[in-house]
């Protein structure tokens, strides 16, 4: 049955909705995939917080335009598309696709968008081995803790310029997740040269 202007209105708005609220876009083609299947991929992604959305490319395109936090999706818009829009875990919502990956073996992970910045294959990949929000701070949590006392007393500057670095690390994120994923490239360039 076509959908009237007022539903394509209402999925636009909803889409808009769900994007406001997430961290991470990745955008695969699922063709071949069963309803069954894709309900079963939504069931899975369901714990690491993110809304897996199956809708029409021109619809998704209208919902990102001039948003330039997501306008970088739109060149992965072809063909059948789900989206699956991360709110919570990043790292546990991208493994969580790649096992259902390798077990349905009929999905391709096109890209995704994180920060305004389109991501490759391999730049999904690098996230998971970034640590984690809350691993980073945990870990600067330690390294505090080992500071003694009397040297501690001397570094009064010390959480101001702890809290300007926190900040900083979003907009870093997206050069490591780069870098990271560079660097694999390279190696296994490396590795099919030899």
Excluded at 123 to 140: F, G, N, Y
Aim: charged content about 30%; overall charge positive; glycine content about 8%.
């Amino acid at each position: 049955m076509p959908r009237t202007i007022e539903d394509k209105k209402e999925i636009v708005a909803e889409l808009k909705e769900v994007l406001s609220q997430s961290q991470l876009a990745l955008i695969i083609d699922y063709q071949g995939l069963t309803v069954a299947e894709i309900t079963d991929l939504r069931r899975k992604m369901r714990p690491t917080g993110t809304v897996c959305k199956k809708t029409k490319n021109t619809l998704m395109r209208i919902a990102v335009e001039g948003d330039s936090r997501w306008q970088p999706m739109t060149e992965f818009l072809t063909g059948s598309s789900v989206f699956l829009l991360v709110q919570e875990d990043m790292k546990g919502a991208i493994k969580t696709y790649q096992d259902f990956q390798k077990a349905a073996k009929k999905t391709e992970l096109r890209g995704g968008v994180l920060d305004g910045q389109a991501l490759t294959q391999d730049d999904v990949k690098a996230l998971t081995e970034l640590p984690s929000k809350e691993e980073l701070m945990a870990r600067l949590a330690g390294g505090l803790k080992a500071i003694p006392t009397k040297l501690a007393v001397g570094l009064n500057a010390v959480p101001t310029q702890l809290a300007v670095g926190i900040k900083e690390v979003p907009g870093s994120l997206v050069r490591a997740i780069k870098a990271v994923s560079e660097k694999e490239g390279g190696s296994q360039e490396d590795s099919q040269a030899a």
